[in-house]
């Protein structure tokens, strides 16, 4: 079997199974929103948390990020080594195999878009990238003209640790070479890997294959529709979609009906804001503040639900690496921030009656007359590779 990884999650073993899961960068009010962000303004409901604090939280996310990643490397699978591969060389192109499971994998090549509903990938196969699917490929790469005996014939099969550095040294030039140098590094799409796994390997298959893929942040592998080419990049969730929460930190979307650390309330394209060039994050921030206030409001029922139900406004911001690749949209979201980072626990959609932290949210004493919103936070710091 074959086994995919991401430049998040990696994944060697029998089966073709892709890894994967990046995070937003972001910018916010009194929440921490998705995967691993870079920078965040936010302000909140009544109570003015410190930079620092947002640093904290942030950190915290990433922290998530990175541990989702080391347990998909752990769990990651393949096709099982009973399938007895046989490998068939060819003069061009990825080799065959006669595995049963194996051949989508052993012909797939640039531009082939993959899916499968197994969790080892054992069914995996191609279909039309119009359609969903859960992996392109960028590039197929031949392991066995390598120089020296690593990847020879009777060779070991590699580490999950080896595969990550083969993905991170071939497959992203590999993917900014397929996307013509517009890959959005923190964007919703991540480098991929998928190995041949521990049969095929035995089996003298050498061909691992590079692509995209999309991956909340505890690695799960996300449908995606239409080519990477030409799409929008950005990490963005669609209006209404609450982010699960798993010791604090955002897990994946799910019902909002479910214990949640936040709510993507809109949508917000700074290409209209900014037509031209690329817009520092004081630009960004002073242009969604007012924006995400205003979605807040329609999106809530009033200028005085979000401060009532002690919730957190917060926004997106976008790097210039990813303006460069084309992507122009960052989301508005709801969420509670907790005191030293994370977030609380919230169950119900923002719209209607909320729980946090199991219990009603209780709403401050009123503002003094004059002072309808709180003063926006300044944004904090991009988080360090």
Not at 5 to 25: I, K, L, R, V, Y
Not at 128 to 154: K, N
Not at 179 to 200: M, Q, R, T, Y
Not at 224 to 241: F, P
Request: aromatic content about 6%; glycine content about 12%.
């Amino acid at each position: 079997m074959m086994e995919a990884m991401s430049d998040e999650h990696n994944a060697p073993g029998d089966n073709p199974t892709p890894d994967g899961g990046d995070t937003p960068a972001a910018g916010r009010s009194d929440a921490a929103a998705g995967d691993a962000w870079s920078g965040v303004s936010r302000w909140t409901g009544g109570t003015q948390l410190s930079a620092k604090t947002t640093r904290r939280a942030l950190i915290a996310v990433a922290l998530g990020a990175v541990i989702a990643a080391l347990a998909t490397i752990v769990i990651s699978g393949g096709f099982k080594g009973g399938e007895e591969l046989t490998t068939n060389a060819g003069s061009a192109g990825p080799r065959a195999t006669g595995a049963v499971a194996g051949e989508a994998f052993a012909t797939a090549t640039t531009g082939d878009c993959l899916t499968w509903n197994e969790a080892d990938a054992s069914d995996l196969e191609k279909v039309d990238c119009s359609g969903e699917h859960l992996f392109e490929v960028a590039s197929d790469i031949d392991l066995s003209v390598f120089p020296g005996a690593e990847f020879g014939p009777g060779s070991r099969f590699p580490s999950v640790l080896r595969f990550s550095q083969l993905r991170d040294e071939h497959c992203t030039p590999a993917v900014n070479e397929y996307l013509g140098a517009h890959f959005d590094p923190h964007g919703k799409f991540s480098v991929g890997l998928i190995n041949p796994g521990e049969a095929g390997w035995a089996a003298g298959e050498r061909t691992i294959r590079c692509g995209l893929q999309r991956s909340s942040t505890t690695g799960t592998i996300l449908a995606v529709t239409n080519s990477v080419a030409g799409q929008d990049q950005s990490k963005v969730w669609d209006t209404g979609t609450c982010i699960g929460i798993n010791q604090n930190v955002p897990s994946d979307p799910l019902d909002c009906s479910q214990a949640h650390a936040f709510e993507a309330i809109s949508v917000v394209d700074l290409a209209a804001k900014f037509p031209g060039g690329f817009p520092s994050v004081a630009d960004q921030d002073a242009y969604l503040e007012e924006t995400c206030t205003q979605a807040a409001n329609e999106y809530l029922g009033s200028p005085d639900a979000l401060r009532n139900k002690t919730l957190t406004l917060f926004w997106d911001n976008l790097e210039l690496s990813s303006w460069l690749a084309g992507s122009r949209k960052v989301n508005c979201s709801v969420g509670k921030e907790v005191d030293g980072g994370g977030f609380a626990p919230i169950v119900g959609s923002a719209t209607g009656d909320i729980l946090i932290n199991g219990v009603p949210p209780v709403a401050p004493p009123p503002l003094p007359e004059g002072r309808s919103i709180p003063v926006p936070l300044p944004g904090a710091a991009p988080l360090e590779n």
